[in-house]
């Protein structure tokens, strides 16, 4: 008993831990945008206590975020060719998603997938669902027909998707793809916890 009792404390103090990244993030790309590395509207919306961080932390943030936004106009480019059906439609997963706004600026750019799907745990979904609802900016980018959920922590809209899933649990995983209509014949990308711009 006592080392199931262990075993669940240090299971909860990973997933804490694992979270905390998430907020991390954002104040080093909040960081980054405000010292003018890269562009973007919507991270201040995520953060709380916006820190200052290094030079070194902010070009660290910027390298990563310029070679996977390259990365990503390449796959996404994909879809303004045509076949005998008409366009190539797109499909993002991102595992690990956090309060990464990378859909609502691929919105603005006009660049946006048909499907976009952001998995995290459900903490963070919760918050992050709670933030779209309470704000127009990000909420307008849905249309009209999003359906949002903070107690369940998901978004549900035609092209965005926000669900829970614990990671480590692999029939989650693969009800991921019926719960948000993946389709699995679409051109895919995958985006995963240490690659998100």
Known sequence: MADALTDSHIDNSNTAAVQATNDDASASKLSCVKKGYMK?????????R?????????????SRWAALRKLLYQFLDVEKKTDENGPTKMQILSLGAGFD?????????????HL?????????????????ETCSQLKNKLGETAS?????GEVVSAHYKLVPADLRDVKQLNDIITITEMDPRMCSDLLGPRFKS
């Open 40 to 48: 973007d509207d919507y991270i201040h919306l995520f953060v709380r």
């Open 50 to 62: 916006p820190v200052r961080r290094s030079p070194i932390i902010n070009r660290g943030y910027f």
């Open 116 to 132: 976009y799907v952001e998995v995290d745990f459900k903490e963070v979904t919760s918050k992050k669902a709670a933030l779209i």
């Open 148 to 152: 949002i959920s903070r107690e369940k």
């Open 101 to 113: 706004t990378t859909y609502f600026q691929l919105k603005d750019e006009g660049k946006a997938p």
